[in-house]
C-alpha cells in the first residue's frame, strides 16, 4: 500500500464491552450510590465490586481494569485512606484538595 492507504487504522482488537449508556449508568452510580443500596455487603465500591454490578445489572463481564480505565476516562480516582502525621501542613492539604471535588466515596477531578 502507497500514499493515503497506509494511514488506515489496521490494528486489530475486539470492540469494548461497555456501550455508552453502562458507562452512563457506572459513573451514575459510583458518584450517587452507595453499594448498600444495590444490595452489596460493602461501605464503598471496588473495581472488583463495580464489575459484578454491571454483569449484575446488564450482564455483561468485564475486568476490574475495564472499570478503572473508564473511571479514570470521566475524572475519577479511587480514593484510599492515608496515614495523617500529627504535625500536618494546612497549605499542603489545601493545595491537593484544590482540583477535587469529593463525593462520599471518590474523587472527581475538575
Known amino acids: 500500500a502507497v500514499g493515503f492507504d497506509t494511514l488506515k487504522e489496521c490494528r486489530g482488537g475486539s470492540l469494548g464491552k461497555l456501550s455508552p449508556d453502562i458507562i452512563e449508568n457506572l459513573i451514575y452510580t459510583v458518584k450517587n450510590v452507595s453499594p448498600i443500596d444495590k444490595g452489596f455487603v460493602a461501605n464503598t465500591w471496588t473495581c472488583a465490586l463495580l464489575a459484578l454490578y454491571i454483569e ?24 484510599r485512606a492515608q496515614p495523617m502525621p500529627t504535625k500536618f501542613d494546612k497549605a499542603q492539604q489545601e493545595a491537593f484538595k484544590k482540583n477535587t471535588k469529593p463525593t462520599i466515596y471518590f474523587r472527581i477531578f475538575i
Do not use: Q
Open 56 to 79: 449484575r445489572e446488564f450482564g455483561v463481564k468485564v475486568t476490574e481494569e475495564a472499570i478503572r480505565l473508564r473511571l479514570i476516562e470521566n475524572n475519577i480516582s479511587y480514593k
